[in-house]
């Protein structure tokens, strides 16, 4: 059942189908990637960030991955492509080491009645599926994870250790969670009466869509009447917080410890950058970018680069003076405006 | 064992007990609940939020609970209410579908000596439950849970999969918590010396009070000397990190994504909103509203609503001009007193 | 096996070989800490921070540890410190609770082929460990945690309940985790084409040093090329995201609730305060201070204190004036300039 891994590729090997131009020697040996400030000899390495240019001139890598401008100052092979990181995310699966996964059912897990499980799938140890599940072809499910009743996952999609599906949960294909995910939580929904909170059922769900990625510890409330709705392809980073009702449109990607208030619709194609947050019952429309630590406090209607707050970190001392000033705001108009009247008795004054 | 799960009620049956006036016939089956601008025929819906209030005239609901004022406007059945969303509340925890779970510990669980669990009581499977616990009355234990030595959970509380509730920790009854919530890891304690940081043991406790409600993946730290408290009826949304030695008062609630730091009280009633922090070591009164995105940096010692930073989301452009002119302000202030003495000067002048 | 724990000890015991001076009387008998506010009779408390000063004077504790200038103020027993909170963490040790651990491998674990567990280490129940791992001299591993293939764990390490550490990643000696972190996630790397995002193979590890502790549902994910490095001593609060390649430096202590994300290099002896988000492809050089709720945007090259953003809370009558006057700081620079040229006329205008 083994198979010896393969640790060395020709650079035609790796490009082999790959929309690029391949500057160089195409019998170079390859044997694993690097960063381009500390690329070895025989790995090959990428260039997409301008801060890393600088390095290029000198880098030891067999082969850099970059664009047609760049090429022209690379002092070795060169993989010439439109989209450098792209292709880098090609050639790099070359030298992934893929766990090994066994098909079929640890004998620890626990399976309920009525549940359904592709022979091909992989049930870790430990893991507790419920009843009336749905499990598809070539699933992976790591050790310790727990299906609730009446949840669907679709075929190919890998669950890491210790993710937690609530019941009556859809999930599509090619999905990835990282572990610590939680998809299904009761939505924080309570409604006041006489300074007690009570607790309002909810009963919808989460549908998570294809090819969508979660990263460890996130989280996913279940819909208060409607679903939370993760379409195909978006990309979640670890310890963000979706809420109840969400909509999140098609690859959009959302950078981590962000969150996102209930019942708010977010388009297609966004990017948000992390530690961003999100406010409930907005509707933020498709190809919207957000810069890092921005509060969206109302609906964002025109594509385009948004931000807020107060952006630049100083030293404390001149924070302190920042600080203050702000606050004099007021003062500083009350004193223009005197300005602007004396000014004017002033000028007319003379006028006269 | 088996019961049928009723789907249908009539008008009077949702309304039977309610504060409420009916308006319209109290013979409509009502099949689900559903939001008002996407209701069906057969459902139930409710107008809460101003920003829903233009679904109203054309909802496709049986029957709207509503308020008196917009009762007036309702096309269908209307369920009047003082509080449309405690009503609401009430009516939807007829269309809940409640999950099996069985009494007893399940045999891949492993119970320590000497506890003391209640026979009406449901362990999950793959629990660990540490020596001398106490588990009430009808507390639901998920699957995956683990609780630690000498701790005490309350009746009819109920853990969802794979919370942690550490060694000592005393849970109060109908309390709630989501899946991956921890409860009693170590504060952040730390002495330096010499550079060097040395663990400050945590020997305190959480209480956690009764019908309180934990977000998945939210942490609450053991108390350093004194317990961490966290008082009745407090909700906690999810991703929220509540630090050693915190007091949380009665029926407040705080939302998503907020961390409290170390030693810090919180009164009653109060309302944090998400993605704020609150400073180590202060004290917050009975009755405060924070907005959300909201740093505390200090005590509020009356009842209102606060905020903090500059809120308003921009485009990228306006926001870098915005961000330009803040740290050009002292340059203004300068200006104007400039502008300030030179028209003293001049009106001094004109005066002699 | 059972030792009784010892509860009482006298104030000479407790100081023996510590840096301290004793004022008072060595034979007191003390039973445990408090807070200096409620200390108890019988109990040796602290006094380290300027609040807790006012409560020094009425004291009912039977020892304070504190500075020699606030020693003179003292009325009971003093130990006095050139580093309180450290000689308190010292003398806290002697009244921790030890939990009960067995060294040896629970029957309900599953241990992978080829792995090396020293027999003196714990494997608490349910716990997931797989091929060719590495388990040193005395560590212990809580119930229900996962360990991947190819993992080191360094001998006196601690991992409480439910952490995850995946394949491939070396973990120091003396480190502690608390129950729900996550090491060795998937990096957050996707490359865009054509609108559609492609997973960026993972293929760096994570390589945690000796005596770091890493608080609840904290996150590292693992390097893109090159690792994810934590440094020896190293301090993580509750809810920290660290992103992939990202490096930090020896004693630094970050926070609960920061996000720093990837290839981002923090020195050494850094304190980042809470809810602090640190950009990504940055440097922070040694001995920097982070306040709280701080946005690092930009690479940080002297040691110093810094911060960010507008920060104060106020009421959110005040909060929406400062929001408005900020949003009218350009009509503002409009007018001073209009001033100035208007008084520039005028007094040129007088001159002539």
């Given at each position: 059942m083994k198979t010896a891994i393969r640790t060395q590729y020709t650079l035609s090997e790796l490009v082999h189908g790959l929309e690029v131009t391949l500057k160089g020697d195409p019998t170079c040996v390859i044997e694993g990637v690097s960063p381009i400030q500390q690329a070895q000899p025989g790995h090959v390495t990428f260039l997409t960030?301008?801060?890393?240019?600088?390095?290029l001139a000198s880098t030891q890598a067999a082969a850099v991955i970059l664009s047609a401008a760049d090429a022209e100052h690379c002092p070795v092979n060169a993989i010439i492509s439109s989209n450098p990181y792209y292709t880098y995310s090609q050639i790099a699966a070359f030298f992934t080491h893929p766990t090994a996964v066994e098909a079929g059912v640890h004998p620890s897990a626990i399976i309920g009645n009525d549940s359904a499980i592709d022979p091909s799938a992989s049930i870790g140890a430990h893991c507790v599926i419920g009843r009336h599940v749905k499990i598809g072809a070539n699933v992976v499910i790591g050790p310790g994870c727990v299906v609730g009743d009446f949840s669907e996952i679709g075929e190919a999609t890998q669950l890491d250790a210790k993710v937690t599906v609530y019941h009556r949960i859809k999930i599509g294909k090619r999905v990835r969670m990282a572990s610590g995910v939680v998809i299904?939580?009761?939505?924080f929904g309570f409604a006041n009466q006489k300074g007690v909170w009570h607790k309002v059922p909810q009963l919808g769900s989460v549908e998570i869509g294809d090819d969508v990625d979660i990263g460890a510890n996130t989280t996913i409330d279940r819909g208060a009447i409607e679903n939370t709705v993760i379409e195909n392809g978006v990309k979640l980073d670890n310890l963000v917080q979706i809420g109840h009702n969400v909509k999140i449109g098609a690859n959009t990607l959302i950078c981590g410890c962000t969150g996102v208030a209930g019942s708010t619709v977010i388009g297609k194609n966004c990017i948000i950058a992390g530690a961003s947050n999100i406010n409930g019952h907005i509707t933020i429309t498709d190809n919207v970018i957000i810069t890092g630590?921005?509060?969206?406090e109302k609906s964002i209607t025109e594509p385009g680069i948004y931000s807020s707050g107060v952006v630049g970190v100083v030293t404390n001392q001149e924070f302190r003076k920042n600080n203050a000033r702000f606050y004099r705001l007021e003062n500083l108009m009350h004193r223009v405006k005197t300005l602007e009247s004396t000014l004017k008795m002033l000028t007319e004054g003379k006028a006269s």
């Open positions: 960030n301008r801060l890393y240019s600088k390095h299904g939580g009761d939505g630590n921005t509060g969206v």
